[in-house]
């Protein structure tokens, strides 16, 4: 019944904004009572949670499976372009894994399902290469915020899908330009054409 109801609750956040879902609906699509979701989860804001961690484990899924290669900077722009495919991708399920509650803490301890790992590691790469220069923590959250900046915008509609199309390499590259230590102001991939 648990597994039931959370597959509801997670069909429903990836197809609606989160105020539109309510107990009764996701227990209806389920098959089940509402007290049996408030027995399950005690609450709203405890199944949130749960839909929470798929999102996260669906992001960390796809980031994970970006390919490691010898080109630290290519492999952080190939990041980028798997994390807005999965905002597009997933935009209400986006929505509920940073829409106030969920936190990115690049600084704090990650365990290996993390979304935040990869980028991390990458960003320890081309520090150790010397094509990048600050602390990873720093260079994570700029790196982030401008992402985000973007994908939030995209979904909100605020960018027009062919304008989110031409700024997003760009605005990327700008971002791990101003990064870049001097031998690597000409960020490899420069021209990597419109993002998926």
Same mark, same amino acid.
């Given at each position: 019944?648990?597994?039931?109801?959370?597959?509801?609750?997670?069909?429903?956040?990836?197809?609606?904004?989160?105020?539109?879902?309510? *107990?009764?609906? =996701?227990?209806?699509? @389920?098959?089940?009572?509402?007290?049996? &979701?408030?027995? $399950?989860?005690?609450?709203?804001?405890?199944?949130?949670?749960?839909?929470?961690?798929?999102? =996260?484990?669906? +992001?960390? #899924?796809?980031?994970?499976?970006?390919?490691?290669?010898?080109?630290? +900077? @290519?492999? $952080?722009?190939? +990041?980028?372009? @798997?994390? #807005?495919? /999965?905002? #597009?991708?997933?935009?209400?399920?986006?929505? !509920?894994?940073?829409?106030? !509650?969920?936190?990115?803490?690049?600084?704090?301890?990650?365990?290996?399902?993390?979304?935040?790992?990869?980028? !991390?590691?990458? %960003?320890?790469?081309?520090?150790? @290469?010397?094509?990048?220069?600050?602390? =990873?923590?720093?260079?994570?959250?700029?790196? /982030?915020?401008?992402?985000?900046?973007? &994908?939030?915008?995209? +979904?909100?509609?605020? $960018?027009?899908?062919?304008?989110?199309?031409? *700024?997003?390499?760009?605005? *990327?590259?700008?971002?791990?330009?101003?990064?870049?230590?001097?031998?690597? %102001?000409? &960020?490899?991939?420069?021209?990597?054409?419109?993002?998926?």
């Amino acid at each position: 019944m648990k597994e039931r109801l959370l597959e509801a609750a997670t069909e429903m956040f990836a197809t609606r904004p989160r105020e539109s879902v309510t *107990i009764r609906a =996701v227990a209806a699509a @389920a098959g089940a009572s509402t007290a049996a &979701v408030y027995t $399950l989860f005690d609450s709203k804001d405890v199944l949130i949670n749960e839909v929470r961690n798929r999102a =996260v484990a669906g +992001l960390s #899924r796809d980031l994970s499976a970006v390919p490691v290669t010898d080109d630290p +900077l @290519a492999d $952080l722009y190939a +990041l980028a372009v @798997a994390y #807005r495919r /999965w905002g #597009r991708e997933h935009s209400h399920l986006y929505t !509920v894994l940073f829409g106030g !509650v969920q936190r990115f803490d690049p600084s704090g301890e990650m365990s290996a399902g993390d979304p935040v790992r990869p980028l !991390v590691d990458t %960003i320890g790469r081309a520090l150790s @290469a010397s094509v990048l220069v600050g602390e =990873v923590t720093p260079i994570a959250l700029s790196l /982030w915020v401008t992402l985000h900046g973007l &994908v939030a915008l995209e +979904l909100a509609g605020a $960018l027009d899908a062919t304008t989110a199309e031409a *700024i997003f390499p760009s605005t *990327i590259l700008a971002t791990l330009r101003g990064w870049a230590t001097p031998s690597q %102001i000409d &960020v490899p991939g420069s021209s990597p054409g419109p993002a998926p």
